[in-house]
């Protein structure tokens, strides 16, 4: 079966500019999490979406949003980018709630800011 | 507040040696523990996970060791082959009941040399 899938890949953008990355989950997945990686900060988690509602959510600003649809794909939104926001946005899914359900990751989404 | 901590950020080892990765957690309430293997380019995948209710579980080459007295578990990797070379994430969650979520460590980076 085909595995998490994150577009676009690599995406350039500048200072105040916005960004949207999609995700689209295993098939049959009803939770999709997101994730940044950056250089010696590991996963941090940004937010989760069950059933087209926010579950949970990370320590992050207001600039980054997200939404789930009915079918499970996610988007998520970092409007007013910052040079900081350059990282590897990580979409992960499952059947359940994450917590003790094992995540499937997609290959990420690297965003550069400039 | 970093409540998840690999405090090793790369180690190499030799093919056949034994590998040891360690993860320590700050929040006593974290009731399941899971390590999350990443290939270059590629998103994270499952490794191997341990309930609290263990100090050890094994599958094949990798074997993870829980304390929580100590608040420490390690992964152990015999023997160790090249293709094992990745970065290594521990992750902790504990169950709320509506809001679980997994908490990542910042990764320790394997080389298995020759």
């Known amino acids: 079966k085909a595995g998490v899938t994150q577009t676009p890949r690599y995406l350039i953008k500048t200072r105040g500019q916005q960004v949207t990355l999609s995700c689209s989950p295993i098939?049959?997945?009803?939770?999709v999490s997101w994730y940044q990686q950056t250089p010696g900060q590991g996963l941090q988690f940004l937010f989760e979406?069950?059933?087209?509602?926010?579950?949970n959510k990370g320590n992050f600003p207001g600039r980054f949003s997200g939404r789930q649809f009915s079918n499970s794909r996610s988007e998520m939104n970092v409007s007013t980018l910052e040079l900081g926001d350059s990282a590897l946005y990580l979409c992960?899914?499952?059947?359940?709630?994450?917590?003790?359900?094992?995540?499937?990751f997609g290959a990420g989404s690297r965003l550069t800011v400039l | 507040d970093q409540q998840v901590k690999q405090n090793s950020p790369s180690l190499s080892v030799q093919e056949g040696r034994i590998s040891i990765l360690n993860c320590d957690y700050t929040?006593?309430?974290?009731?399941?523990f899971l390590w999350y293997k990443k290939y270059p380019a590629e998103g994270p995948t499952f490794l191997i996970s341990i309930s609290s209710i263990k100090d050890k579980n094994e599958d094949g080459r990798f074997t993870v060791f829980l304390n929580k007295s100590a608040k420490h578990l390690s992964l152990h990797i015999v023997p160790s082959q090249p293709g094992d070379s990745a970065v290594y994430f521990c992750?902790?969650?504990?169950?709320?009941?509506?809001?679980?979520?997994?908490?990542f460590g910042t990764g320790t980076r394997l080389q298995v040399t020759l």
């Open positions: 929040n006593s309430m974290f009731d399941y």
């Open positions: 992750a902790a969650t504990f169950n709320t009941g509506t809001a679980s979520k997994l908490t």
């Open positions: 992960a899914s499952s059947f359940l709630p994450s917590g003790a359900n094992v995540l499937t």
């Open positions: 979406y069950f059933s087209e509602t926010q579950r």
């Open positions: 098939s049959g997945h009803r939770s």
